[in-house]
């Protein structure tokens, strides 16, 4: 059992060495403990700082990608030096590298799939009570489009097996917090939390500058994904609402026309009519996007099984199935020299 802990960084050399040097070399069950640098586009020390603490494989981005990207691309990394968990956690030294060992036992136990840090934000001091009240709500809002029970889904601070990373595609451009729990809970992925405690401030985030682009970033992310996994229940809704709002002209029209009132309602009728048609729009677009939602579930089929001839297969099968044994992973070829950076081309992300 490989565990891999990758730490994306933008400028982190003030707090990298406290997060590397907070991190386990030794977790019960697990056989080997690697860590990856993702360097996305730093300007300063953070390399260096990684190298002087033993740090051999390193990730990096000519310019900044934004932490989405970082994340997928230290998880391609991860799956070929034979991961079997990937943990994530920030170079900011915001979470508690001693408690990885508690975030990859109920996966190694075969409990969960997916194991979220739950910072316990109402705890935590600098948080005003504007921005509590936000993580709460957009947690809700969160769970509501996985079907989950989440506390905390803003949590960087998480451990995946292999199985789940086959199974989850990032796409969004921000961050891939929100994203990944709603893949997952719609997948059936096991997911839980473990209670943490954080670590004193340091900085100030850099993927957004204020609380309302935070929420603005969310709310679009959230609205993807949930138009991803379940098209048919959004535009139905929709439909449903205008669909009503149309049928009560009519329906007031002919009520009037019934008491003998034969006043002008074009105007009402006009606007019922727009309101219908606007409705069967949203049923076509529904079916439509349904449509697609089933051929992209084809695809990621097609993607999960490249996974495995590209990395092994994942070892879930021997904890859900009982009697069947899975395939024993063949670990791929290491690189030929891991200490070696490798450059991703540029592209138009946020910052991390």
């Known amino acids: 059992m490989?565990?891999?802990i990758q730490v994306p960084c933008l400028n982190e050399e003030s707090t990298l060495a406290s997060v590397l040097e907070s991190l386990p070399t030794r977790i019960d069950g697990v056989d080997q403990i690697e860590i990856v640098i993702i360097?996305?586009?730093s300007t300063d020390r953070t390399v260096e700082v990684a190298r002087e603490h033993g740090v051999t494989h390193i990730v990096r981005h000519a310019r900044n990608m934004g932490l989405a990207r970082s994340f997928r691309d230290g998880v391609e990394y991860a799956l070929s030096i034979g991961a079997d968990i990937v943990v994530n956690t920030d170079g900011d030294n915001q979470y508690p590298g001693d408690r990885i060992g508690d975030l990859v036992a109920p996966i190694v136990t075969g409990q969960a799939d997916i194991v979220i840090g739950d910072r316990q934000t109402h705890t935590i001091e600098h948080f005003s009570p504007f921005k509590k009240t936000m993580q709460r709500f957009g947690s809700w809002v969160v769970n509501k489009a996985a079907g989950t029970k989440l506390p905390d889904a803003a949590s960087g601070f998480r451990a995946y097996s292999r199985y789940s990373l086959y199974r989850l595609n990032i796409v969004t451009q921000f961050s891939?917090?929100?994203e990944t729990i709603i893949q997952a809970g719609n997948k059936r992925l096991a997911i839980i939390s473990v209670p943490i405690d954080t670590n004193a401030k340091t900085r100030e985030s850099r993927l957004f500058s204020n609380n309302f682009e935070h929420m603005l970033k969310s709310g679009q992310a959230i609205l993807r994904s949930y138009t991803m996994y379940r098209p048919w229940t959004l535009f139905a809704t929709i439909a449903a609402v205008f669909g009503l709002?149309?049928?009560f002209p009519f329906v007031r029209f002919l009520v009037l026309r019934i008491a003998g009132n034969d006043g002008n309602h074009i105007q009402s009728l006009i606007f019922g009519s727009a309101m219908i048609v606007v409705a069967v729009l949203a049923l076509a677009l529904g079916v439509l996007s349904d449509l697609m939602r089933n051929n992209r579930i084809l695809h990621e089929e097609t993607l999960e099984r490249l996974r495995e001839q590209q990395y092994g297969p994942s070892r879930i099968a021997e904890h859900t199935l009982?009697?069947?044994?899975?395939a024993k992973p063949s670990v791929p070829a290491k690189p030929a020299e891991a200490s070696a950076a490798t450059t991703t081309s540029p592209a138009t992300?946020?910052?991390?």
Not at 322 to 326: D, S
Not at 349 to 352: I, K, R, T, V, Y
């Open 245 to 247: 709002i149309g049928l």
């Open 322 to 326: 009982p009697g069947f044994r899975a």
């Open 2 to 4: 490989k565990v891999v």
């Open 349 to 352: 992300e946020g910052d991390a």
């Open 176 to 178: 891939y917090c929100m």
């Open 39 to 41: 360097d996305d586009g």
